[in-house]
């Protein structure tokens, strides 16, 4: 799992990565709690015995004090500071100006004044180091003081250890914890990007997209599978009402044409005088109209479904539309209308010869029908990088910008105007096989003028 | 001339076999594969007309039968469903044509005919020379004159001109141009072709007093000199 395949900043925002965060403060939370037990129930305990000690030496020599004066006090203190085996208890007495009486330290500690209190310094030893004590100072008769004290050394090193310990330990899990989390996101990340990326597959109209299944059987996948049985309904009702539409249409052209067999029939049998004839031509040239409308529809709807991708090969998008330019020639030349085909070069793509013949046909068939006497219509192909252009521009009156996003629309047909002698449908099947090809189909005024083009990737083969 | 109809549709079957018959074609019918498939294997018919989908056998496989016993009766295949890919299976199989229902009858008729004629010219050698009328073509040398005067003809005049030379006499619909000459199978709904069929009729019906090419109202175009009908002569 690359990091750089992931944008880091969207992740930090990321659901996922919060929690995470979330669940990071917690930790360290616990993990404090956690030593703060720990070192009542040791480093505390330890304070508490020593704390224990020491009072009780104080309330001893208190009491020797009391019981023998001055010189008793004094006394017992040299004797305790001679007495080898306890080495590690300091006792200092001094008088008002801490000038020292009895005791094992050459000096009283400098500030450690206040009596009844904790302190804690260090004690400079024989060997140049130091060592620290805990100490408590208690005040004797008129402006003497007695000092008690504890060389701690075992218990400052446990402290220092302690210390290291939670600085490393709350470190680890902070550390633990953020990587973690970061991971566990981008693994989120993962699963919600691919139901976006099919999701956004599907907005762009491949409804075919399903959202790819880990097995983990975790909520994502559920959501996943839940999607997916939505999507399998959407489809079937889409495909549904295709379908009621293709059954309209067909069962709508079943009828029609018998009734144009029928009018053909009467037509060739001759026995009609003239007016009855030319009305029965009418009625075939309507018929045959009609016809047309409904072999356009089934014809965008059988495109829509998807049907021809199966039998995409690799064809020459040039020569497609040189054959497509050398069928319209004629038409032009006949309305006065200059045809240009700029498509000397082989441009091969994945697609349909007869589908983008029938859509760059369409195109030019509209143009040559709109362009004024002695207009042009120019067929291109620009080559890009990962995809071909194909370019109708014309001379003619162009589109009105606010009918513009109307062709860009499904099954929307333009006003009366320029739809008169077409089905108006024309655009609409150029828009079907260019989204079979996984192109784009972009509608510009050019003013004057309007200019189609069709965007195809160059191989759909991994589109699929 | 002998046809064989294999439609289990009876509106259908009776629908072609009357215009046929009225063509002077005579005409048998079966409504189902097994029998059309017996017909097809102990009779001789010029064209078989076969629907794709039939009770028993299909017409698919009917086709293949027939090929597999090496019996090369043209056949044109009906089919209701329009598909892409049916018009491709139904060439793989070996059938000749294939027409998507419904359909126009005189689509149908030119089509019949189209293959009934294409059945009298492979029985003789195939000729480099192609004449109606005054008027020859050269397919070797790619030349073309009308009465000892050369024509001269872009190359899709030329195709258009060989299609219609093959088809002498005949019907020949806008979807046949566009499929023979353009390969083309779809319809483009407009008049196209008819523009390279006036342009090619100016030059070589033009200053003749006879014309060669005319159009055949609501059909389409027939390339015939005036005296000979082969159309209203299918035997």
């Not at chain 1, 007495?83 to 500690?109: C, T, V």
């Not at chain 1, 060997?127 to 003497?144: D, E, F, M, Q």
């Not at chain 1, 400052?156 to 302690?162: G, S, Y």
């Amino acid at each position: 799992m690359a990091l750089d395949t992931v944008n880091v900043r969207l992740l930090l925002r990321t659901s996922t990565f919060q929690l995470s965060v979330r669940y990071m403060l917690l930790f360290t939370i616990s993990v404090l709690v956690l030593f703060g037990i720990l070192y009542w129930s040791t480093v505390g305990s330890l304070y508490r015995e020593i704390n224990a000690t020491i009072e009780a030496e104080i309330s001893g020599l208190a009491e020797q004090y009391e019981r023998q004066g001055l010189s008793g006090l004094i006394d017992v203190v040299a004797k305790r500071v001679q007495r080898k085996q306890d080495e590690r208890s300091i006792y200092l007495f001094a008088d008002s100006s801490l000038r020292l009486l009895a005791g094992n330290m050459d000096h009283w500690p400098q500030d450690l004044l206040a009596t009844g209190r904790w302190f804690e310094f260090n004690k400079a030893t024989a060997n140049g180091g130091t060592v620290p004590v805990r100490a408590k100072v208690l005040s004797v008769g008129r402006n003497l003081r007695l000092l008690v004290g504890r060389e701690i050394h075992e218990l400052a090193e446990l402290k220092r250890v302690f210390k290291r310990a939670a600085i490393l330990g709350i470190g680890a899990v902070l550390l633990v914890a953020f990587t973690g989390g970061l991971f566990i996101s981008i693994a989120a990340e993962r699963r919600v990007s691919m139901i976006n990326r099919t999701a956004r597959q599907i907005i762009e109209g491949d409804l075919s997209q399903r959202i790819p299944l880990i097995g983990s059987r975790d909520e994502y996948d559920s959501l996943a599978i839940n999607i997916n049985a939505m999507l399998d309904q959407i489809e079937a009702l889409l495909s549904g009402i295709r379908h009621v539409g293709d059954s309209i249409a067909h069962d709508l052209k079943t009828p029609l044409t018998r009734l144009r067999n029928k009018l053909e029939e009467l037509s060739v049998d001759g026995s009609r005088d003239g007016t009855q004839q030319i009305g029965l031509n009418k009625c075939i040239e309507e018929s045959d109209r009609l016809l047309a409308t409904f072999n356009a529809l089934l014809r965008i709807a059988q495109i829509e479904s998807g049907a021809y991708r199966s039998a995409f090969r690799t064809i020459d998008l040039a020569e497609i539309a040189r054959d497509a330019f050398d069928l319209y020639q004629p038409t032009a030349e006949e309305k006065q209308i200059t045809l240009a085909c700029h498509c000397d070069y082989t441009e091969r793509l994945f697609g349909d010869r007869e589908l983008l013949a029938q859509a760059i046909m369409n195109l030019l068939d509209n143009s040559i029908k709109y362009v004024p006497v002695g207009g042009h219509v120019e067929l291109a192909i620009q080559s890009e990088s990962d995809r071909v252009k194909l370019t109708v521009a014309d001379s003619g009156p162009g589109i009105p910008e606010d009918e513009i996003t109307n062709v860009e629309r499904r099954f929307v047909r333009l006003d009366q105007a320029r739809s008169e002698s077409g089905n108006g449908l024309g655009l609409t099947l150029v828009r079907a096989v260019v989204e079979q090809h996984r192109g784009r189909m972009i509608v510009e005024n050019t003013d004057p003028g309007l200019r189609v083009s069709l965007e195809l990737p160059r191989s759909t083969l991994g589109a699929q | 001339m002998r046809l064989l109809i294999i439609e289990d549709d009876k509106n259908v079957a009776s629908f072609v076999s009357k215009g046929l018959q009225q063509a002077g074609y005579m005409v048998d019918i079966a409504d189902n594969g097994k029998d059309g498939l017996f017909l097809a294997t102990t009779e001789t018919y010029d064209v078989i007309i076969a629907d794709r989908m039939l009770p028993g056998v299909d017409g698919l496989t009917i086709i293949r039968t027939l090929r597999a016993s090496d019996i090369t009766i043209p056949v044109i295949i009906l089919s209701a469903l329009g598909e892409v890919d049916d018009r491709v299976d139904g060439l793989k199989s070996g059938g000749d044509d294939y027409l998507a229902k419904p359909f126009a009858f005189s689509e149908l008729h030119a089509r019949v005919e189209a293959l009934t004629r294409r059945q009298r010219d492979s029985r003789g050698a195939e000729s480099s020379v192609l004449e109606i009328g005054d008027l020859r073509m050269d397919l070797l040398r790619r030349q073309v004159e009308r009465a000892g005067r050369k024509i001269e003809l872009q190359p899709k005049e030329f195709e258009l001109l060989e299609f219609l030379m093959r088809h002498g006499g005949q019907v020949v619909t806008r979807t046949m141009l566009l499929e023979g000459v353009w390969r083309y199978h779809f319809d483009p709904q407009t008049n196209v072709i008819d523009v390279h069929i006036s342009r090619l009729r100016a030059k070589i019906d033009k200053g003749f007093e006879q014309p060669l090419l005319h159009t055949v109202r609501g059909a389409g175009y027939r390339l015939e000199t005036g005296d000979v009908n082969l159309s209203s002569d299918p035997a």
